[in-house]
C-alpha cells in the first residue's frame, strides 16, 4: 500500500521561502516518475515540477515558478522536496506530491495530473 505523505507548508509573508517534503512508504517503494502539484480554490489542477527518480532528469518547471521553485530527492529516491524561494502571493495553494510511471512520449512531465497513481493529502501553503 503506497503512502505520500507531504509536509513543510504553512504561511509566509511574500518573498520569503519554504521547503516541501514528500515521504514515500513503504520503503521499498521506488518511485519512477514524481511530481508536485497545487491546486488553488476555484482553479485547475497545476503541474509545478517533475523529475525521473531513476536519472534525476528534472523536466522544465511550470512558467508560474520557473526560477524560483526546484524540486529534488534524496539519494534513496523515497523523499521528495520543493524548495520554494521568492515566494508571491499566486503561490497560495495546496500542494501535492504525485508519483508514479512514465507515460510515454511526455515521460514524467503531465499537465493535469491524471496519469500520476499515488498522491498525497497536500499540503497548503499560504503567502500574504
Known amino acids: 500500500h503506497v503512502q505520500l505523505v507531504e509536509s513543510g507548508g504553512g504561511s509566509v509573508q511574500a518573498g520569503g521561502t519554504l521547503r516541501l517534503s514528500c515521504a514515500a512508504s513503504?520503503?521499498?517503494?521506488?518511485?519512477?516518475?514524481m511530481a508536485w502539484f497545487r491546486q488553488a480554490p476555484g482553479e485547475e489542477r497545476e503541474g509545478v515540477a517533475f523529475?525521473?527518480?531513476?536519472?534525476?532528469?528534472?523536466?522544465p518547471y511550470a512558467a508560474s515558478v520557473k526560477g524560483r521553485f526546484s524540486i529534488s530527492k534524496d539519494n534513496a529516491g523515497n523523499t521528495l522536496y520543493l524548495q520554494m524561494n521568492s515566494l508571491e502571493n499566486d503561490d497560495t495553494a495546496k500542494y501535492y506530491c504525485?508519483?508514479?510511471?512514465?507515460?510515454?512520449?511526455?515521460?514524467?512531465?503531465?499537465?493535469?495530473?491524471?496519469?500520476?497513481?499515488?498522491w498525497g493529502q497536500g499540503t497548503q501553503v499560504t503567502v500574504s
Open positions: 523529475i525521473d527518480a531513476e536519472d534525476n532528469h528534472v523536466y
Open positions: 504525485a508519483a508514479g510511471l512514465p507515460f510515454p512520449p511526455m515521460g514524467c512531465f503531465s499537465s493535469t495530473g491524471n496519469e500520476y497513481s499515488y
Open positions: 513503504p520503503y521499498t517503494y521506488a518511485p519512477h516518475c
